[in-house]
């Protein structure tokens, strides 16, 4: 199993980024994916989830501004971050939680917010 993501870079703040994920090899039955961001220093925090059935969690600090979704056919979820903020500068990791095939993460893009 391999999560590929991309997508992260430079942007002003009040920019716009959107991250992809693209998940390959045999995962089973998906529970949960989603997106999740890491600072130096400090753990990795959910930013936004989706369960199979398409509900979504944003944890507080980005909801109206960021948007998950995904493309079955492509085996891709996406971040859409709007109105980005440089608190938003972090390591972003995508996440896939198999039902029978445990926890699977991608290796980092990275998100800075700078003028």
């Known amino acids: 199993v391999q999560l590929q993501a991309s997508g992260g870079g430079l942007v002003q703040p009040g920019g716009s980024l959107r991250l992809s994920c693209v998940v390959s090899g045999n995962i089973g039955r998906i529970a949960t994916m989603g997106w999740y961001r890491q600072t130096p220093g400090k753990q990795r925090d959910a930013v936004a989830l989706m369960s199979n059935s398409g509900t979504t969690h944003y944890t507080d600090s980005v909801k109206g501004r960021f948007t998950i979704s995904r493309d079955n056919a492509k085996s891709t979820v996406y971040l859409q971050m709007n109105a980005l903020k440089p608190e938003d500068t972090a390591v972003y990791y995508c996440?896939?939680?198999?039902?029978?095939?445990?926890?699977?993460w991608g290796q980092g893009t990275e998100v800075t917010v700078s003028s």
């Open positions: 996440y896939v939680g198999g039902i029978s095939s445990g926890n699977h």
